[in-house]
Every structure is written in structure tokens, then in C-alpha cells.
């Protein structure tokens, strides 16, 4: 092969002209050899765009948002319970004739002890109860009924269907004798199963003793974006997995566990805001997060994690309604010990309590998530881990022979989220939308 030669170009040289080394042509590998490449700031330095904390969610549990537990079963189950209630409905109309009645729950009657219609100023004694209905009972107005009684006091007047019951003591006689109470049970427990997750990335020997500026191609590198890929699945995971156990299709990995997330546990406090946010005004707010206090073994005090666009909106409402609102903005650890990292701000309900709201851009960025949120209660959050399998890397998983050319390692890990009270939890669907796309 013949040493090529210099070619010839016509002047006058510009910065385009010759064309073989124009300032335009940036990819060419002539021009790079030739012609200084000019940056801002030199490679490895890349303009951030954002500096919140992406893992915001994972940074509060590791802080003080959830108690610690290790697991020696992959279901796990808790109770609670509420006291049962001392009321109940009369699912038939009451006739002022009546004698039998039908209640929604018969086991408030008790033989010898009063029905109290509060609202009718009418009470009964309880004669008789048939809890299956296998007596056969009925009202004047042919009603399959579960309860024989006699009228004590009130006006003989017609009871509407649906009205409150209330369960009375039972009246003594002077020569009588006290009367058998019923006791109670424990209802059905809550449970979850864990979550085991494990994922991981290669770089060959030979890249991975390559020269590089920077980081990028480096073994460091492959780690820090697994890591990073890892927490951000885990974080969505946490949130709003659905539970599943079953095995494996493909019949390679065996039994599969996923647990549900916070959001699936969420059952009583959830409002739909609308698509645009007409519900999200301050004194529904208010009214909404109230409730998630009702609890006895609610926390002091909420957080409550919201994508941009239902950030905008509770601010908005807290301004609107006059609500005492303090920005926090994104502190760092030097400015507030207790950061996470987030844009937050401290909203005070009418009660005086108080709701931390953390904006998760990035975690909720997705079209679907931008308005929803979900508010946490830190007393009433347990997280679980089963046995060793914690978040950790596993250094070296190839075989002893591909591991002479390739390098690969994993992260490994498992969690079971348990809300203990959801009704202290809540979910906010729905708000106001950007014009634009974000």
C-alpha cells in the first residue's frame, strides 16, 4: 500500500473552505484531528438539569419514615381492628305494630336488652333473635324479619328502613335476674407477601481497562447507573405494585413473590380531584387530610408525595383558602438535617396539624402521575426485609471461564411494604395539567 499523499485545495481558507476541514463538519475524524474541539466546559463536566433528589421517597423511609423489621416468611400478616360498632340499620320499614323486625345486624340484639331509635323516640325490648332466619319470621307487611321484640315507650309511629339502631343496657327487674351480653372476636388480618428483585450489568476486560475520559465505559460508571436503575424501580415498586404469587411460566425460577405497594393497601381516603383540579379548593383539601388524623394510632404530622402538577394545585389551594403555608423549597443537609431532597413546602389545616408535601418530579413525571399523591403516615408504615437478602451488590456472578473476559456484578434485594392503618394514608387523584408537555 502506497503512503498517501497531501492533496491540493483551492483558497481563500475559511472556516468552511477547504470543505475537508470546515468547522462544520464536527463528526469528521479529519476535522477532529485538525481542528480544536471548543466546549463550554470540557468533558466529563455535563450540565445537570435537575438537582433534586430523584429517590426523594426512598431517602424519607431511610430517614425516619418507616420502622424496620426482618421477615422469616415471605407472607406476613397484621392485625387492625376497630371496636365493634354499638349500632346498626333496620333494613325493613317498622310498622307501629310491629313485633318482629329486621335488623342489618342482629347480633346488637340481645334477649332482655333495648333497641333505641333515637331519632323516633322509640325503644323496644329484644324477646327473641333468630340470627340465620330460620324461623320463619315475618312483619305485617310479609318481610322475612330476625328479631321478635315489644314497644317499651315512644309514640306508635311507623319507623322509615335504613334508620340508626342503637343498642341499649339491659333493664333489671327488682326480682330479676342479669341478662346474657355478647362477646367479641377478632376480625380478618391483613397480610403481604415480599418482593425479591435482582438485576445486573457486564463490562468486558477489555473496555474496562480502556482509557476514557471520564467516566463513561468504566466499570464505576455501569455500577453507579444499576444502582441508580435499581432504586428508581424499587421506589415505583414500593408505591404502586400490584400483589402476585405464582410460578414461574417459563418454569425456570420457580415461585414468583410480588408484593402490593402503598397505594393498592389504600382503601378508605381517596379523592378523584378531576382532570381539572375543580376539587382540589382548599376546604376539600382540608376536610380530605383531616380524616387521615381521625386514627388513634395516627402521627402528628403527614407527608404527602405529589407529582408537579398537583404540587402547583395544593399550593394554589392553600393560598386561596388562606392557609398558613411555609416553602421549604430543596434544602440541602447543611440547611435542614432532616432533608430529603425534594421541593417542599408545610401546609397547617384548620385543626393545626401539619402535611409536609414533597414534590417528586422525576418519580411522578409520567403523564399518568403528574397529579396524583399519596399521603404517608411514618407511625403507621412497616418495612420489611427477609432474612440476608437485603440491598446489596454481588460482586463477580460470571462462571469461573466467561469471567476471564467479562465482568459482571448485581444488586440484589427484597422489601414487603405493610400499611398497618390505611385509613391514616391517603390518595389524591387528578389536578390541573401544563399546557405544555414537561
Known amino acids: 500500500m502506497s503512503i498517501p499523499q497531501i492533496t491540493r485545495a483551492r483558497g481563500p481558507w475559511t472556516s468552511v473552505n477547504p470543505s475537508t476541514l470546515s468547522a462544520l463538519k464536527i463528526t469528521n475524524s479529519t476535522v477532529n484531528d485538525f481542528r480544536a474541539k471548543s466546549w463550554i466546559e470540557r468533558p466529563p463536566a455535563i450540565f445537570e438539569q435537575r438537582r433534586e433528589n430523584d429517590q426523594a421517597f426512598l431517602a424519607w423511609l431511610d430517614m425516619y419514615g418507616a420502622r424496620q423489621t426482618g421477615l422469616s416468611q415471605v407472607i406476613s400478616s397484621w392485625y387492625t381492628l376497630r371496636p365493634a360498632d354499638h349500632y346498626t340499620t333496620n333494613t325493613k320499614a317498622i310498622a307501629a305494630a310491629d313485633t318482629y323486625i329486621a335488623l342489618d345486624d342482629s347480633l346488637i340484639a340481645k334477649v332482655g336488652f333495648k333497641l333505641i331509635f333515637v331519632s323516633y323516640g322509640a325503644e323496644y325490648r329484644v324477646l327473641e333473635v333468630d340470627d340465620d332466619n330460620s324461623e320463619g319470621w315475618t312483619n305485617d307487611a310479609g318481610d322475612a324479619c330476625n328479631v321478635r321484640v315489644e314497644r317499651l315507650t315512644g309514640p306508635a309511629v311507623a319507623i322509615s328502613a335504613n334508620e340508626v339502631c342503637n343498642a341499649g343496657h339491659a333493664p333489671l327487674g327488682e326480682l330479676g335476674t342479669p341478662k346474657r351480653d355478647t362477646t367479641t372476636v377478632p ?10 428483585v435482582g438485576v445486573y450489568n457486564s463490562i468486558s476486560h477489555v473496555q474496562d481497562q480502556s482509557e476514557m475520559i471520564g467516566e463513561w465505559g468504566t466499570h464505576p460508571k455501569i455500577m453507579a447507573d444499576l444502582w441508580y436503575n435499581h432504586r428508581m424501580a424499587k421506589q415505583f415498586e414500593m408505591l404502586f405494585s400490584q400483589r402476585f404469587s405464582g410460578n414461574d411460566t417459563l418454569d425456570v425460577e420457580g415461585q414468583l413473590y410480588i408484593g402490593n405497594g402503598i397505594v393498592p393497601q389504600i382503601k378508605t381516603n381517596v379523592m378523584e380531584a378531576g382532570s381539572l383540579g375543580v376539587n382540589l379548593s382548599f376546604p376539600e383539601l382540608n376536610d380530605f387530610w383531616e380524616l387521615t388524623f381521625d386514627s388513634e394510632l395516627s402521627a402528628s404530622e403527614k407527608s404527602h408525595f405529589c407529582g408537579a402538577a398537583q ?16 416553602m421549604l423549597g430543596i434544602q440541602s443537609g447543611i440547611d435542614n438535617a432532616q432533608s430529603i431532597g425534594a421541593n417542599t413546602m408545610r401546609v397547617q389545616l384548620n385543626s393545626g396539624r401539619v402535611v409536609n408535601v414533597y414534590e417528586l418530579k422525576q418519580a411522578f413525571s409520567q403523564p399518568n402521575l403528574v397529579d396524583w399523591g399519596i399521603t404517608m403516615d411514618a407511625d403507621n408504615l412497616v418495612k420489611g426485609v427477609f432474612g440476608d437478602f437485603d440491598e446489596r451488590y454481588v460482586d463477580d456472578i ?17 422489601w414487603m411494604m405493610a400499611v398497618i392503618d390505611e385509613s391514616t394514608f391517603g390518595v389524591i387523584r387528578g389536578g390541573t395539567r401544563g399546557l405544555i408537555n414537561r
Request: glycine letters at 10%; proline letters at 2%; zero cysteines.
Open 398 to 414: 460470571e462462571t469461573r471461564a466467561q469471567g476471564m473476559t467479562l465482568r459482571s456484578d448485581a444488586v440484589v434485594d427484597s
Open 187 to 196: 376480625g380478618d388480618p391483613s397480610w403481604n407477601t415480599i418482593s425479591l
Open 311 to 326: 404540587f402547583r394545585d395544593i399550593r394554589k389551594a392553600a393560598i386561596e383558602g388562606g392557609a398558613e403555608l411555609e
